[in-house]
């Protein structure tokens, strides 16, 4: 007589949807940390008569962001050019390196130490060279926020392209695939989680390449707009300075990571 097994239930739970209580919740966490921290903030400017010019309170720099809008959305439209134009060059030259990398171990084994070494010279360094190459124009700050945002993605690019599943790459060479198969079917999939994480990386570094290249030298742009700030000391244009540049890099980051929620739907090493 055969022994029957109990039954057991290999159902996994049902995922969270959007509209559940838990995901309103998680969604709305770090909208109440922000106040938290702005409360905070405000407080503690009223408790020790902070001066003004030292650290104004948050609702003097909302002030300040709606009275000196025209100028902020003036400044800002160059600094979000120039970093969007930078992260597109930059992001892929760093694919198509990485791509040749994968197919040529000679110019990888050549070319990747140079690329370490670029990387390991501070920004602020590589800058004034850059804009004295390029120019005060814009051309010079899309070069250097091409630069900061390429080696992340280089080294996520190649580490992708090279952790594909070694039986499903020998199951590849059995069925004789070609090459152009086994890059576009098997490598480009596996790169993709790699990449997308180092996308978000320079969604947000490309607006601080921009920003630092307009601090070398710029008349226009949010860059210039915080030294002009600092120098005269308003610092509630300042704040609401740095506020705008940094609502745009996470805007940059939201999209990129909306885009990678809808593309990669699997995690690296499972199978696609």
């Known amino acids: 007589m055969s022994r029957v097994e109990p039954a057991v239930s290999l159902r996994e739970p049902a995922p969270r949807t959007s509209g559940s209580p838990r995901a309103r919740y998680e969604t709305l966490l770090p909208f109440g940390a922000a106040a938290a921290l702005l409360a905070a903030w405000q407080l503690l400017a009223w408790a020790f008569s902070l001066p003004v010019y030292i650290a104004p309170t948050p609702a003097q720099v909302a002030r300040t962001l ?7 959305m003036r400044n800002f439209a160059p600094t979000a050019v120039e970093s969007f134009v930078g992260f597109l060059i930059g992001n892929t030259v760093a694919i198509l390196v990485a791509v040749t990398f994968v197919h040529s171990k000679r110019l990888e084994a050549a070319l990747y130490p140079i690329a370490v070494f670029i990387n390991t010279i501070p920004i602020l360094a590589k800058a004034p060279i ?23 993605t280089l080294a ?29 079917k098997l490598r480009v999939p596996s790169s993709l989680p790699f990449l997308f994480s180092a996308l978000k990386i320079a969604s947000t570094t490309s607006v601080l390449g921009a920003i630092v290249g307009e601090w070398i030298g710029a008349d226009l742009g949010l860059g210039a ?15 609401a300075t740095v506020f705008v540049a940094s609502g745009w890099a996470v805007v ?6 909306f885009a990678e929620r809808r593309i990669v739907t699997w995690k690296p090493g499972e199978a696609s």
């Open 66 to 72: 709606v009275a000196e809008l025209p100028t902020l």
């Open 130 to 152: 850059l804009v004295l190459i390029f120019g005060l124009g814009m051309t010079s700050k899309v070069v250097i926020a091409a630069f900061i945002c390429f080696f992340p």
């Open 156 to 184: 996520n690019m190649v580490r992708g392209l090279t952790s594909v599943n070694p039986q499903s790459l020998e199951l590849m060479r059995v069925l004789s695939a070609s090459r152009a198969e086994v890059f576009w």
């Open 225 to 239: 707009l915080i030294i002009e700030a600092t120098h005269n000391f308003r610092s509630p244009l300042l704040y």
């Open 252 to 257: 940059f980051f939201a999209v990129v990571s």
